[in-house]
Antibody, heavy 119, light 107 residues
Framework: EVQVVESGGGLVQPGGSLRLSCAASGFTFSNYAMSWVRQAPGKGLEWVSAIRDSGSTTYYADSVKGRFTISRDNSKNTLYLQMNSLRAEDTAVYYC????????????WGQGTLVTVSS | DIQMTQSPSTLSASVGDRVTITCRASQSINSWLAWYQQKPGKAPKLLIYKASSLQSGVPSRFSGSGSGTEFTLTISSLQPDDFATYYCQQYDSYPHTFGQGTKLDLK
């Protein structure tokens, strides 16, 4: 069974940093692109970042470019999101998702981890 | 960036109704469009990919159509479990933008 489980969320002050992790199981992690999608409280979905199966290519939303870094460790079946210079508007539930098939479409989602940026 | 616009934002319907949600892209995305269902406090669930392909295990009352810039999600006969929020997403080019969502509630 495909499973992705996010961790690392919590309360952080504006300007601070946080690293999210996503542990994958039930599939060959190195064969799939992975994504992060977030959802602010009471709001819609916002695509954040994606990384190809090898980790060689990454993509970012303009709202996080230069502040967030996506990476993966295929030997540990784990996806990461390093978040720096956090702002109040980054407050959201962050979802990790495995691609559906060979493309990049988020097909299998975790339950999310809440990041709250507040003083 | 490609903008995705869903309509309506809210839709009130009854069990057994046929409902349609529309998603428009600001430029052609061919058929690289997906639809998700999300219930409160839960992760989104992929329903349809490539505009009209049904994800495994999704009931056949859900269908998608369209190409280019205009797409629709149709639920042929609403069931109690279908009351949720629906999102479209384009994956033709990065960033893979979502529509703002359509909340389907009970009339």
């Amino acid at each position: 069974e495909v499973q992705v489980v996010e961790s690392g969320g919590g309360l952080v002050q504006p300007g601070g940093s946080l690293r999210l992790s996503c542990a994958a199981s039930g599939f060959t992690f190195s064969n799939y692109a992975m994504s992060w999608v977030r959802q602010a409280p009471g709001k819609g979905l916002e695509w954040v970042s994606a990384i190809r199966d090898s980790g060689s290519t990454t993509y970012y939303a303009d709202s996080v470019k230069g502040r967030f870094t996506i990476s993966r460790d295929n030997s540990k079946n784990t996806l990461y999101l390093q978040m720096n210079s956090l702002r109040a508007e980054d407050t959201a539930v962050y979802y990790c998702a495995r691609a559906y098939g060979s493309g990049s479409l988020p097909g299998y989602w975790g339950q999310g981890t809440l990041v709250t940026v507040s003083s | 960036d490609i903008q995705m616009t869903q309509s309506p934002s809210t839709l009130s319907a009854s069990v057994g109704d046929r409902v349609t949600i529309t998603c428009r892209a600001s430029q052609s995305i061919n058929s690289w469009l997906a639809w998700y269902q999300q219930k409160p406090g839960k992760a989104p669930k992929l329903l349809i990919y490539k505009a009209s392909s049904l994800q495994s295990g999704v009931p056949s009352r859900f269908s998608g159509s369209g190409s280019g810039t205009e797409f629709t999600l149709t639920i042929s006969s609403l069931q109690p479990d279908d009351f949720a929020t629906y999102y479209c997403q384009q994956y033709d080019s990065y960033p893979h933008t979502f529509g703002q969502g359509t909340k389907l509630d009970l009339k």
